[in-house]
């Protein structure tokens, strides 16, 4: 089973910096596919960024330019910096697996609260 815990969130003005972290638990940590994602009020959660055990990154439109994910395979950390914020950028920010299957967890967790606000 695996399992994510993320830290990092807080209150941010926009235009600012916010840097997430996530430390994972589990085995073949290098061969999944990581992923951040987020839900915002009232909306369905959606992939932000995705990085392979290789180091390639993908990045929603939304966010793309501004945010950065990166991993240490070692360590079993996904990091993701947040950049020149935005008021829509307020969500609750999950860590979990993309692919394969095993490290997709059901179980979401609670997340870190990131709050973009003036």
């Known amino acids: 089973q695996v399992q994510f815990v993320e830290s990092g969130g807080g209150l941010v003005q926009p235009g600012g910096s916010l840097r997430l972290s996530c430390v994972a638990s589990?085995?073949?940590?290098?061969?999944?596919?990581m992923g951040w994602y987020r839900q915002a009020p009232g909306k369905q959660r959606e992939l932000v960024a995705s990085i392979t055990g290789g180091g390639t990154t993908n990045y929603a439109d939304s966010v793309k330019g501004r945010f950065f994910i990166s991993r240490d395979n070692a360590k079993k950390t996904v990091d993701l910096q947040m950049n020149s914020a935005r008021l829509e950028d307020t969500a609750v920010y999950y860590c979990?697996?993309?692919?394969?299957?095993?490290?997709?967890?059901?179980?979401w967790g609670q997340g870190t609260q990131v709050t973009v606000s003036i």
């Open positions: 589990g085995s073949f940590f290098s061969l999944a596919v």
């Open positions: 979990n697996g993309v692919r394969p299957p095993a490290w997709v967890s059901s179980n």
